[in-house]
């Protein structure tokens, strides 16, 4: 089995308080994982351990290891620039920079050095719009604000952004919390054919969504993971109760 993320034991803690207990998931290449579970019980904490994310709270420690191709990010000589220009992270709002819409896409290549000369550059911009599903409704306007997006455009721009540094690895935290319907459509075509070159493991309050979107399922619970399988078994075939408890809307 070709996996690309491996967590063993891993345990976070706040402080005092735990909020991780023991997480163990191997996430297959190229294929959409999703997260899901009652809010606060540690999906999203434990997605943004899987770019460090949660290095920047101060009383966060972590235990266990997070292995990307075979390598401990938790290693004490683990560069976390290079970590995070493998596994990139689209949040539940979408933020772009306070630039132009071109500078968002360019933002992550001029600063990684990625471009021979501006027609390269045009070019990096140009494909990861397109790959986002973005260009043909920006192409007149690359150089406007990108605040004059909607809140759909602007999501996907975050998305283009992301992957103008060629990563490998894409998290996204509910990405379509704060979008509507026609929206979220457009996001979840876009997770569908991104998969073929990259592993995107996705944080979803939505059952419906990760049931479109998603290969394999993990159901996490007061900072446990219940069951992990593939999503179509977690949806129809789930081995535990408590699974289906959630997925049935019994508790949550």
Do not use: W
Not at 130 to 146: H, I, Y
Request: aromatic share 8%; glycine share 6%.
């Amino acid at each position: 089995m070709d996996y690309k993320i491996n967590a063993r034991n891993v345990n976070l803690f706040y402080g005092t308080k735990q909020a991780l207990f023991n997480i163990n998931l191997d996430f297959k290449k190229n294929a959409t994982t999703a997260l899901i579970g009652p809010s606060g019980c540690g999906k999203s904490s434990f997605l943004r351990c899987i770019n460090r994310m949660n290095d920047t709270i101060s009383s966060c420690r972590i235990e266990g290891d997070i292995l990307v191709d075979g390598q401990n990010i938790y290693s004490k000589n683990q560069d976390l620039v290079l970590l995070r220009g493998k596994v990139g992270m689209v949040f539940q709002k979408p933020n772009p920079f306070p630039k132009s819409i071109y500078e968002n896409v360019a933002y992550g290549p001029r600063i990684h050095g990625l471009f021979s000369n501006k027609k390269h550059l045009d070019e990096i911009v140009e494909r990861s719009l397109t790959r986002a599903g973005l260009f043909n409704e920006v192409k007149d306007r690359l150089n406007d604000d990108a605040s004059g997006l909607s809140g759909g455009q602007q999501q996907r721009l975050c998305i283009a952004r992301t992957i103008a540094i060629e990563p490998e690895v894409i998290l996204m935290d509910e990405p379509c919390s704060a979008l509507d319907p026609i929206a979220t459509a457009k996001i979840e075509e876009l997770i569908d054919e991104l998969k073929e070159n990259f592993t995107i493991i996705i944080v979803t309050h939505s059952m419906q969504q990760a049931a479109r979107v998603s290969d394999m399922t993990a159901f996490f619970n007061m900072g446990v993971v219940i069951e992990y399988d593939a999503t179509d078994k977690i949806f129809t075939n789930p081995s535990c109760q408590q699974t289906q408890d959630y997925i049935t809307g019994r508790f949550g």
